[in-house]
Protein backbone atom coordinates (compact mmCIF):
# COMPACT_ATOMS: atom_id res chain seq x y z
CA UNK A 1 0.00 0.00 0.00
CA UNK A 2 1.40 3.45 -0.72
CA UNK A 3 1.64 5.85 2.61
CA UNK A 4 -1.46 9.22 2.36
CA UNK A 5 -0.97 11.35 5.34
CA UNK A 6 -3.59 12.56 6.41
CA UNK A 7 -3.73 16.07 8.16
CA UNK A 8 -6.83 17.17 10.15
CA UNK A 9 -8.17 20.58 10.06
CA UNK A 10 -10.92 20.33 12.61
CA UNK A 11 -10.00 22.22 15.24
CA UNK A 12 -9.58 25.21 12.79
CA UNK A 13 -11.56 24.98 9.43
CA UNK A 14 -13.98 23.12 11.69
CA UNK A 15 -14.84 25.39 13.98
CA UNK A 16 -15.73 27.95 11.19
CA UNK A 17 -18.95 26.29 10.44
CA UNK A 18 -21.87 27.40 11.23
CA UNK A 19 -23.43 26.24 15.13
CA UNK A 20 -19.93 24.62 15.56
CA UNK A 21 -17.89 26.06 18.54
CA UNK A 22 -15.27 24.07 20.85
CA UNK A 23 -14.07 25.36 24.20
CA UNK A 24 -10.11 24.54 25.09
CA UNK A 25 -10.66 21.26 26.78
CA UNK A 26 -12.47 19.83 23.92
CA UNK A 27 -10.25 20.80 21.39
CA UNK A 28 -7.50 18.74 23.62
CA UNK A 29 -9.87 15.98 23.92
CA UNK A 30 -10.45 15.84 19.95
CA UNK A 31 -6.90 16.20 19.78
CA UNK A 32 -6.26 12.96 21.70
CA UNK A 33 -9.40 11.10 19.81
CA UNK A 34 -7.55 11.84 16.46
CA UNK A 35 -4.25 10.98 17.44
CA UNK A 36 -5.80 7.59 19.05
CA UNK A 37 -7.65 7.20 15.31
CA UNK A 38 -3.77 7.27 13.40
CA UNK A 39 -4.14 10.61 12.17
CA UNK A 40 -0.55 12.40 11.21
CA UNK A 41 -1.06 16.11 11.49
CA UNK A 42 -3.64 17.68 13.73
CA UNK A 43 -4.25 21.55 12.90
CA UNK A 44 -4.83 23.04 16.52
CA UNK A 45 -5.71 26.98 15.22
CA UNK A 46 -4.43 30.45 14.08
CA UNK A 47 -2.54 31.48 17.18
CA UNK A 48 -2.69 34.36 16.19
CA UNK A 49 -6.33 35.07 16.00
CA UNK A 50 -7.55 34.72 18.94
CA UNK A 51 -6.85 33.92 22.63
CA UNK A 52 -8.54 30.33 22.49
CA UNK A 53 -6.07 29.22 20.14
CA UNK A 54 -3.08 30.90 22.56
CA UNK A 55 -4.26 28.21 25.40
CA UNK A 56 -4.87 25.62 22.53
CA UNK A 57 -1.02 25.46 21.85
CA UNK A 58 0.15 25.88 25.27
CA UNK A 59 -2.21 23.42 26.73
CA UNK A 60 -1.35 20.48 23.88
CA UNK A 61 2.07 20.33 25.34
CA UNK A 62 0.85 18.92 28.71
CA UNK A 63 -0.53 16.40 26.48
CA UNK A 64 1.88 12.90 25.06
CA UNK A 65 0.25 12.07 21.78
CA UNK A 66 1.22 8.79 20.23
CA UNK A 67 2.06 10.17 16.89
CA UNK A 68 0.45 13.25 15.65
CA UNK A 69 1.77 16.06 14.60
CA UNK A 70 0.48 19.59 15.78
CA UNK A 71 0.44 22.07 13.17
CA UNK A 72 -0.42 25.84 13.82
CA UNK A 73 -2.25 27.84 11.02
CA UNK A 74 -1.66 31.22 9.57
CA UNK A 75 -0.21 33.81 6.82
CA UNK A 76 2.12 34.93 4.83
CA UNK A 77 3.82 37.98 6.10
CA UNK A 78 2.35 41.74 5.45
CA UNK A 79 3.54 44.05 2.74
CA UNK A 80 5.78 46.47 3.50
CA UNK A 81 7.11 44.15 6.41
CA UNK A 82 10.15 41.54 7.31
CA UNK A 83 8.78 38.02 8.08
CA UNK A 84 10.61 38.46 11.73
CA UNK A 85 8.99 41.73 12.10
CA UNK A 86 5.58 40.26 11.20
CA UNK A 87 3.62 39.49 14.50
CA UNK A 88 1.48 36.79 12.86
CA UNK A 89 4.76 35.07 11.48
CA UNK A 90 5.94 35.69 15.04
CA UNK A 91 3.05 33.88 16.86
CA UNK A 92 3.63 31.16 14.57
CA UNK A 93 6.92 30.43 15.82
CA UNK A 94 6.08 31.75 19.76
CA UNK A 95 3.57 28.52 19.97
CA UNK A 96 6.29 26.04 19.35
CA UNK A 97 4.24 23.53 17.49
CA UNK A 98 5.88 19.99 15.56
CA UNK A 99 4.43 22.09 12.41
CA UNK A 100 4.03 25.42 10.59
CA UNK A 101 0.97 25.64 7.82
CA UNK A 102 1.26 29.11 6.38
CA UNK A 103 -1.80 30.21 3.52
CA UNK A 104 -0.53 32.46 0.08
CA UNK A 105 -2.19 33.79 -2.30
CA UNK A 106 -2.21 31.90 -5.90
CA UNK A 107 -4.99 33.92 -7.63
CA UNK A 108 -3.88 36.86 -9.42
CA UNK A 109 -7.59 38.28 -9.00
CA UNK A 110 -7.29 38.00 -4.95
CA UNK A 111 -3.12 39.56 -5.12
CA UNK A 112 -4.57 42.91 -6.58
CA UNK A 113 -8.22 42.67 -5.28
CA UNK A 114 -7.06 41.55 -1.21
CA UNK A 115 -3.43 42.80 -0.98
CA UNK A 116 -3.61 45.02 -3.43
CA UNK A 117 0.16 44.56 -4.27
CA UNK A 118 1.85 43.55 -7.35
CA UNK A 119 2.44 40.22 -9.12
CA UNK A 120 6.47 40.07 -7.79
CA UNK A 121 5.81 41.48 -4.53
CA UNK A 122 3.05 38.07 -3.81
CA UNK A 123 6.11 36.06 -4.62
CA UNK A 124 8.37 37.87 -2.31
CA UNK A 125 5.72 37.38 0.28
CA UNK A 126 5.40 33.46 -0.18
CA UNK A 127 9.20 33.06 -0.76
CA UNK A 128 10.08 35.13 2.65
CA UNK A 129 7.57 33.55 4.58
CA UNK A 130 8.70 30.08 4.17
CA UNK A 131 12.31 30.43 4.57
CA UNK A 132 12.07 32.32 7.90
CA UNK A 133 9.77 30.03 9.14
CA UNK A 134 11.87 26.55 7.51
CA UNK A 135 14.88 28.34 9.62
CA UNK A 136 12.87 28.31 12.58
CA UNK A 137 10.58 24.88 12.99
CA UNK A 138 11.27 21.99 11.29
CA UNK A 139 8.32 21.21 9.14
CA UNK A 140 6.61 23.86 7.12
CA UNK A 141 3.31 23.39 4.96
CA UNK A 142 2.40 25.86 2.31
CA UNK A 143 -1.23 26.05 1.48
CA UNK A 144 -2.06 27.36 -1.53
CA UNK A 145 -5.03 28.97 -1.43
CA UNK A 146 -7.54 29.29 -4.27
CA UNK A 147 -5.24 27.80 -6.47
CA UNK A 148 -7.64 25.82 -8.87
CA UNK A 149 -9.05 29.12 -8.95
CA UNK A 150 -6.14 30.89 -9.88
CA UNK A 151 -4.83 28.29 -12.00
CA UNK A 152 -8.39 28.72 -14.20
CA UNK A 153 -7.22 32.50 -14.67
CA UNK A 154 -3.60 32.85 -15.14
CA UNK A 155 -1.95 29.26 -15.03
CA UNK A 156 1.65 30.40 -15.45
CA UNK A 157 1.35 32.69 -12.52
CA UNK A 158 -0.66 29.80 -9.88
CA UNK A 159 2.57 27.48 -10.97
CA UNK A 160 5.12 30.74 -10.02
CA UNK A 161 3.73 30.91 -7.02
CA UNK A 162 4.54 27.10 -6.32
CA UNK A 163 8.02 27.62 -7.63
CA UNK A 164 8.23 29.95 -4.83
CA UNK A 165 7.19 27.89 -2.22
CA UNK A 166 9.21 25.18 -3.38
CA UNK A 167 12.54 27.29 -3.38
CA UNK A 168 12.07 28.26 -0.12
CA UNK A 169 11.82 25.17 1.30
CA UNK A 170 8.28 24.08 1.79
CA UNK A 171 8.30 20.40 2.82
CA UNK A 172 4.78 20.06 1.09
CA UNK A 173 2.84 22.24 -1.09
CA UNK A 174 -0.73 22.06 -0.42
CA UNK A 175 -3.73 23.00 -3.94
CA UNK A 176 -6.84 24.52 -2.34
CA UNK A 177 -10.44 24.73 -3.83
CA UNK A 178 -10.64 27.20 -1.42
CA UNK A 179 -14.25 28.03 -2.69
CA UNK A 180 -15.23 24.38 -3.58
CA UNK A 181 -16.66 24.99 -6.85
CA UNK A 182 -14.07 22.38 -8.53
CA UNK A 183 -15.21 19.16 -10.02
CA UNK A 184 -13.28 16.03 -10.19
CA UNK A 185 -13.03 16.31 -14.07
CA UNK A 186 -10.94 19.16 -14.02
CA UNK A 187 -8.71 17.66 -11.58
CA UNK A 188 -6.16 15.70 -13.70
CA UNK A 189 -4.77 17.73 -16.42
CA UNK A 190 -4.21 20.28 -13.98
CA UNK A 191 -2.10 18.04 -11.44
CA UNK A 192 -0.22 17.11 -14.61
CA UNK A 193 1.11 20.42 -15.11
CA UNK A 194 1.71 21.30 -11.68
CA UNK A 195 4.11 17.97 -11.39
CA UNK A 196 5.84 18.88 -14.22
CA UNK A 197 7.23 21.51 -12.57
CA UNK A 198 6.82 20.96 -8.79
CA UNK A 199 8.76 18.40 -7.60
CA UNK A 200 8.08 18.72 -3.31
CA UNK A 201 5.20 16.46 -2.04
CA UNK A 202 1.95 17.61 -3.12
CA UNK A 203 -1.13 17.74 -0.46
CA UNK A 204 -4.77 18.07 -1.67
CA UNK A 205 -7.42 20.93 0.60
CA UNK A 206 -10.91 20.85 -1.01
CA UNK A 207 -14.00 22.35 0.36
CA UNK A 208 -17.94 21.06 -0.24
CA UNK A 209 -19.79 23.74 -2.34
CA UNK A 210 -20.54 21.27 -5.10
CA UNK A 211 -20.17 18.35 -3.18
CA UNK A 212 -17.41 17.19 -4.73
CA UNK A 213 -15.02 17.59 -2.13
CA UNK A 214 -14.28 14.00 -1.16
CA UNK A 215 -14.50 13.24 -4.69
CA UNK A 216 -11.64 15.50 -5.97
CA UNK A 217 -9.72 14.51 -2.70
CA UNK A 218 -9.71 10.58 -3.74
CA UNK A 219 -9.26 11.87 -7.57
CA UNK A 220 -5.96 13.78 -6.01
CA UNK A 221 -4.68 11.19 -4.63
CA UNK A 222 -4.94 8.75 -7.61
CA UNK A 223 -2.77 11.85 -9.56
CA UNK A 224 -0.43 11.56 -7.64
CA UNK A 225 -1.04 13.70 -3.99
CA UNK A 226 0.96 12.29 -0.98
CA UNK A 227 -1.41 14.30 1.96
CA UNK A 228 -4.95 14.95 2.58
CA UNK A 229 -6.42 17.54 4.43
CA UNK A 230 -9.93 17.62 5.65
CA UNK A 231 -11.89 17.67 8.89
CA UNK A 232 -13.96 15.02 10.46
CA UNK A 233 -17.71 14.90 10.10
CA UNK A 234 -17.10 17.64 7.03
CA UNK A 235 -17.50 20.27 9.53
CA UNK A 236 -16.26 23.31 7.73
CA UNK A 237 -17.37 27.19 6.53
CA UNK A 238 -20.69 27.18 4.32
CA UNK A 239 -20.82 24.34 2.95
CA UNK A 240 -18.53 22.36 4.67
CA UNK A 241 -14.66 20.52 3.90
CA UNK A 242 -13.54 17.79 2.75
CA UNK A 243 -15.01 14.85 4.85
CA UNK A 244 -12.31 12.90 6.64
CA UNK A 245 -14.80 9.91 7.65
CA UNK A 246 -15.60 9.19 3.94
CA UNK A 247 -12.29 9.54 2.61
CA UNK A 248 -10.29 7.32 4.62
CA UNK A 249 -12.08 4.50 4.72
CA UNK A 250 -12.46 4.96 1.06
CA UNK A 251 -8.61 5.30 0.77
CA UNK A 252 -7.89 2.69 2.64
CA UNK A 253 -10.66 -0.24 1.44
CA UNK A 254 -11.32 0.95 -2.33
CA UNK A 255 -8.08 2.14 -3.30
CA UNK A 256 -5.43 0.20 -1.48
CA UNK A 257 -3.65 2.95 0.00
CA UNK A 258 -2.34 3.15 3.60
CA UNK A 259 -3.43 5.34 5.92
CA UNK A 260 -4.53 4.38 9.76
CA UNK A 261 -4.51 0.55 11.44
CA UNK A 262 -7.19 -1.74 10.72
CA UNK A 263 -7.79 -1.35 14.45
CA UNK A 264 -7.94 2.14 14.21
CA UNK A 265 -10.02 1.96 11.28
CA UNK A 266 -12.44 0.28 13.53
CA UNK A 267 -12.65 3.22 15.91
CA UNK A 268 -13.53 5.76 12.79
CA UNK A 269 -17.42 6.29 14.22
CA UNK A 270 -17.22 5.75 17.74
CA UNK A 271 -14.45 9.24 17.15
CA UNK A 272 -16.94 10.80 14.28
CA UNK A 273 -19.76 10.71 17.15
CA UNK A 274 -17.75 11.55 20.04
CA UNK A 275 -17.09 14.77 17.96
CA UNK A 276 -20.43 15.69 17.27
CA UNK A 277 -20.91 15.15 20.73
CA UNK A 278 -18.51 17.72 21.90
CA UNK A 279 -19.76 20.09 19.11
CA UNK A 280 -22.79 19.19 20.84
CA UNK A 281 -24.97 18.39 17.36
CA UNK A 282 -26.77 15.15 16.31
CA UNK A 283 -25.48 13.21 14.39
CA UNK A 284 -25.95 12.97 10.59
CA UNK A 285 -27.24 9.47 10.73
CA UNK A 286 -27.20 9.32 6.68
CA UNK A 287 -23.58 9.58 7.07
CA UNK A 288 -21.12 7.31 4.98
CA UNK A 289 -19.64 4.68 6.34
CA UNK A 290 -20.33 6.43 10.20
CA UNK A 291 -23.66 7.07 9.69
CA UNK A 292 -26.83 5.11 11.77
CA UNK A 293 -28.04 4.30 8.07
CA UNK A 294 -25.44 4.00 6.42
CA UNK A 295 -25.80 0.04 6.91
CA UNK A 296 -29.83 -0.04 7.52
CA UNK A 297 -31.66 -2.18 5.34
CA UNK A 298 -35.68 -2.08 5.40
CA UNK A 299 -36.76 -3.42 2.05
CA UNK A 300 -37.58 -7.57 3.19
CA UNK A 301 -36.08 -8.15 -0.35
CA UNK A 302 -32.78 -6.18 1.01
CA UNK A 303 -32.78 -8.24 4.46
CA UNK A 304 -33.52 -11.35 2.57
CA UNK A 305 -30.55 -11.27 0.37
CA UNK A 306 -27.89 -9.59 2.95
CA UNK A 307 -28.76 -12.69 5.50
CA UNK A 308 -27.43 -14.46 2.93
CA UNK A 309 -24.78 -12.90 1.64
CA UNK A 310 -23.95 -8.97 3.04
CA UNK A 311 -22.00 -7.93 0.10
CA UNK A 312 -24.98 -8.30 -2.13
CA UNK A 313 -26.58 -4.56 -0.08
CA UNK A 314 -23.15 -3.82 1.65
CA UNK A 315 -20.22 -1.82 -0.34
CA UNK A 316 -18.40 -3.01 2.26
CA UNK A 317 -18.36 -4.48 5.90
CA UNK A 318 -19.78 -1.98 8.64
CA UNK A 319 -17.65 -3.83 10.69
CA UNK A 320 -14.49 -2.49 9.43
CA UNK A 321 -15.47 1.32 9.91
CA UNK A 322 -16.82 0.62 13.33
CA UNK A 323 -20.60 0.56 12.31
CA UNK A 324 -22.73 -2.58 12.56
CA UNK A 325 -25.91 -3.71 9.66
CA UNK A 326 -29.29 -2.54 11.15
CA UNK A 327 -32.55 -4.23 10.00
CA UNK A 328 -35.42 -1.64 9.71
CA UNK A 329 -38.69 -2.41 10.54
CA UNK A 330 -41.48 -1.16 8.75
CA UNK A 331 -44.38 -1.38 5.89
CA UNK A 332 -41.91 -3.06 3.56
CA UNK A 333 -41.10 -5.42 6.09
CA UNK A 334 -41.07 -9.21 5.09
CA UNK A 335 -40.34 -12.18 7.12
CA UNK A 336 -36.57 -11.81 6.59
CA UNK A 337 -36.89 -8.46 8.62
CA UNK A 338 -38.88 -9.93 11.48
CA UNK A 339 -36.94 -13.22 11.91
CA UNK A 340 -33.57 -10.74 11.51
CA UNK A 341 -34.62 -8.56 13.99
CA UNK A 342 -36.09 -11.22 16.60
CA UNK A 343 -32.70 -12.82 16.38
CA UNK A 344 -31.05 -9.26 16.90
CA UNK A 345 -33.01 -9.58 20.22
CA UNK A 346 -31.89 -13.09 21.14
CA UNK A 347 -35.66 -14.29 20.70
CA UNK A 348 -36.43 -17.78 18.72
CA UNK A 349 -38.90 -17.07 15.69
CA UNK A 350 -39.53 -19.34 12.87
CA UNK A 351 -40.06 -18.66 9.30
CA UNK A 352 -43.04 -20.63 9.44
CA UNK A 353 -44.09 -20.26 12.91
CA UNK A 354 -47.67 -18.64 12.17
CA UNK A 355 -46.64 -15.70 15.20
CA UNK A 356 -44.36 -14.10 12.32
CA UNK A 357 -46.99 -13.48 10.25
CA UNK A 358 -49.23 -12.10 12.70
CA UNK A 359 -46.29 -9.60 13.84
CA UNK A 360 -46.06 -8.83 10.46
CA UNK A 361 -49.54 -8.24 9.87
CA UNK A 362 -49.72 -6.25 12.78
CA UNK A 363 -46.89 -4.00 12.07
CA UNK A 364 -48.48 -3.31 8.66
CA UNK A 365 -51.51 -2.69 10.28
CA UNK A 366 -50.36 -0.09 12.93
CA UNK A 367 -47.72 1.20 10.06
CA UNK A 368 -51.19 1.93 8.29
CA UNK A 369 -52.29 4.22 11.40
CA UNK A 370 -49.18 5.96 11.42
CA UNK A 371 -46.71 3.90 13.88
CA UNK A 372 -43.23 3.72 12.58
CA UNK A 373 -40.67 1.83 14.02
CA UNK A 374 -37.63 2.80 13.00
CA UNK A 375 -35.80 4.56 15.99
CA UNK A 376 -38.62 2.85 18.33
CA UNK A 377 -37.27 -0.43 18.53
CA UNK A 378 -38.25 -0.55 21.96
CA UNK A 379 -41.82 -0.52 21.12
CA UNK A 380 -41.00 -3.36 18.65
CA UNK A 381 -39.23 -5.76 20.86
CA UNK A 382 -42.22 -5.11 23.44
CA UNK A 383 -44.50 -5.77 20.31
CA UNK A 384 -42.64 -9.20 19.01
CA UNK A 385 -42.78 -10.49 22.79
CA UNK A 386 -46.58 -9.80 23.54
CA UNK A 387 -47.68 -11.42 20.31
CA UNK A 388 -45.21 -14.65 21.36
CA UNK A 389 -46.43 -14.16 25.60
CA UNK A 390 -43.14 -13.81 26.99
CA UNK A 391 -43.61 -9.92 27.41
CA UNK A 392 -44.35 -9.34 31.49
CA UNK A 393 -46.90 -6.80 32.25
CA UNK A 394 -44.92 -4.65 34.93
CA UNK A 395 -47.57 -2.85 35.66
CA UNK A 396 -50.96 -1.46 33.58
CA UNK A 397 -52.40 2.14 33.73
CA UNK A 398 -55.97 1.93 35.09
CA UNK A 399 -56.49 5.99 34.13
CA UNK A 400 -54.80 9.56 33.86
CA UNK A 401 -55.80 12.88 33.43
CA UNK A 402 -54.16 15.97 32.81
CA UNK A 403 -54.96 19.54 33.72
CA UNK A 404 -52.77 22.79 32.17
CA UNK A 405 -54.17 25.70 33.84
CA UNK A 406 -53.41 29.65 32.71
CA UNK A 407 -55.11 32.11 35.68
CA UNK A 408 -53.65 35.16 34.13
CA UNK A 409 -52.16 36.15 30.54
CA UNK A 410 -48.64 37.17 31.52
CA UNK A 411 -48.39 34.28 33.47
CA UNK A 412 -47.02 30.34 31.90
CA UNK A 413 -49.72 27.73 31.86
CA UNK A 414 -49.27 25.24 35.13
CA UNK A 415 -49.28 21.19 34.19
CA UNK A 416 -50.94 18.44 36.63
CA UNK A 417 -51.02 15.31 36.05
CA UNK A 418 -52.84 12.71 38.07
CA UNK A 419 -52.78 8.64 37.45
CA UNK A 420 -53.80 5.47 38.88
CA UNK A 421 -51.52 2.30 38.02
CA UNK A 422 -51.96 -1.18 38.86
CA UNK A 423 -48.81 -2.95 40.02
CA UNK A 424 -49.88 -6.79 40.93
CA UNK A 425 -52.55 -6.37 43.62
CA UNK A 426 -52.04 -3.11 44.74
CA UNK A 427 -53.45 0.16 43.35
CA UNK A 428 -50.69 3.67 43.54
CA UNK A 429 -53.03 6.86 42.95
CA UNK A 430 -50.97 9.98 42.91
CA UNK A 431 -50.49 13.29 40.92
CA UNK A 432 -47.60 15.51 40.07
CA UNK A 433 -46.53 18.80 38.07
CA UNK A 434 -44.46 19.19 35.08
CA UNK A 435 -43.11 21.60 32.23
CA UNK A 436 -45.92 21.32 30.44
CA UNK A 437 -48.84 18.10 29.91
CA UNK A 438 -46.19 15.52 29.09
CA UNK A 439 -43.85 16.34 31.71
CA UNK A 440 -46.15 16.18 34.27
CA UNK A 441 -47.52 12.95 32.83
CA UNK A 442 -43.74 11.95 32.91
CA UNK A 443 -43.98 12.96 36.66
CA UNK A 444 -46.58 11.67 37.53
CA UNK A 445 -46.11 7.44 36.04
CA UNK A 446 -42.63 7.89 37.35
CA UNK A 447 -43.76 9.02 40.64
CA UNK A 448 -46.26 5.96 41.08
CA UNK A 449 -44.36 3.00 39.95
CA UNK A 450 -40.83 4.17 42.09
CA UNK A 451 -41.95 2.49 45.33
CA UNK A 452 -42.39 -0.65 43.27
CA UNK A 453 -39.35 -0.31 40.94
CA UNK A 454 -36.55 1.68 42.49
CA UNK A 455 -34.81 1.36 38.95
CA UNK A 456 -36.98 3.78 36.99
CA UNK A 457 -34.98 6.58 38.59
CA UNK A 458 -32.51 5.68 36.61
CA UNK A 459 -34.09 6.74 33.41
CA UNK A 460 -33.80 9.71 31.61
CA UNK A 461 -35.52 11.21 28.60
CA UNK A 462 -33.27 12.22 25.95
CA UNK A 463 -35.31 13.39 23.13
CA UNK A 464 -38.74 14.16 22.73
CA UNK A 465 -40.48 14.21 18.80
CA UNK A 466 -43.73 15.06 16.93
CA UNK A 467 -44.88 14.29 14.29
CA UNK A 468 -47.95 15.64 12.69
CA UNK A 469 -48.92 13.34 10.18
CA UNK A 470 -50.49 14.27 6.67
CA UNK A 471 -54.29 14.03 7.08
CA UNK A 472 -55.63 17.20 6.09
CA UNK A 473 -57.36 17.69 9.47
CA UNK A 474 -55.41 20.75 10.95
CA UNK A 475 -55.35 20.74 14.68
CA UNK A 476 -57.56 17.33 14.87
CA UNK A 477 -54.85 15.81 12.23
CA UNK A 478 -52.99 12.32 13.81
CA UNK A 479 -49.61 12.83 15.54
CA UNK A 480 -46.65 10.69 16.12
CA UNK A 481 -44.44 10.78 18.87
CA UNK A 482 -40.98 9.37 19.39
CA UNK A 483 -39.46 9.20 22.38
CA UNK A 484 -35.78 8.06 23.25
CA UNK A 485 -34.74 7.70 26.98
CA UNK A 486 -31.91 6.42 28.31
CA UNK A 487 -29.89 4.87 31.39
CA UNK A 488 -26.42 4.27 32.86
CA UNK A 489 -25.78 1.24 29.94
CA UNK A 490 -27.93 2.39 26.94
CA UNK A 491 -30.89 4.32 24.89
CA UNK A 492 -34.05 3.06 23.33
CA UNK A 493 -36.47 4.81 21.59
CA UNK A 494 -40.53 4.30 21.49
CA UNK A 495 -43.32 5.01 19.64
CA UNK A 496 -46.84 5.89 20.60
CA UNK A 497 -49.80 7.52 17.73
CA UNK A 498 -53.24 9.20 18.44
CA UNK A 499 -55.09 11.97 16.98
CA UNK A 500 -54.33 13.34 21.22
CA UNK A 501 -51.38 14.29 21.55
CA UNK A 502 -51.18 13.42 24.98
CA UNK A 503 -52.30 9.88 24.43
CA UNK A 504 -49.73 9.56 21.57
CA UNK A 505 -47.17 10.48 24.12
CA UNK A 506 -48.51 8.52 27.07
CA UNK A 507 -48.34 5.24 24.78
CA UNK A 508 -44.27 6.07 23.68
CA UNK A 509 -43.80 7.11 27.90
CA UNK A 510 -45.49 3.62 28.70
CA UNK A 511 -43.46 1.87 26.40
CA UNK A 512 -40.15 3.27 27.80
CA UNK A 513 -40.72 2.54 31.78
CA UNK A 514 -42.10 -1.12 30.26
CA UNK A 515 -39.01 -1.52 27.85
CA UNK A 516 -36.46 -0.06 31.21
CA UNK A 517 -37.95 -3.03 33.42
CA UNK A 518 -37.88 -5.86 30.80
CA UNK A 519 -34.40 -4.98 30.41
CA UNK A 520 -33.03 -5.10 33.69
CA UNK A 521 -35.17 -8.33 33.89
CA UNK A 522 -32.81 -10.01 31.16
CA UNK A 523 -29.85 -8.28 32.56
CA UNK A 524 -29.43 -6.59 29.20
Not at 31 to 52: C, F, M, R, T, V
Not at 172 to 183: A, E, K, M, R, Y
Not at 461 to 473: E, M, N, Q, T
Amino acid sequence: MNQIWLYDTTLRDGTQAEDVSFLVKDKIRIAQELDELGIHYIEGGWPGSNPKDIAFFKDIKKVTLKQAKIAAFGSTRRAKTTPEKDDNIRTLVQAQPDVVTIFGKTWDFHVFEALRISLDENLELIYDSLAYLKSKIGEVVYDAEHFFDGYKANPGYALKTLRAAQEAGADCIVLCDTNGGTLPHELPAILAEVKKVITTPLGIHTHNDSECAVANSLMAVEHGIVQVQGTMNGFGERCGNANLCSIIPSLQLKLGKSCISEAQLKRLRQVSRNIYELANLVPNKHQAYVGNSAFAHKGGVHVSAIQRHPETYEHVRPETVGNVTRVLISDLSGRANILAKAEEFSINLDSKDPVTLEILEQIKEMENKGYQFEGAEASFELLMRRALGTARNFFSVIGFRVIDTKRHEDEKPTSEATVQVKVGGKIEHTAAEGNGPVNALDNALRKALENFYPQIREIRLLDYKVRVLPAGKGTASVTRVLIESGDKTSRWGTVGVSDNIIDASYHALVDALQYKLLKDQLGN
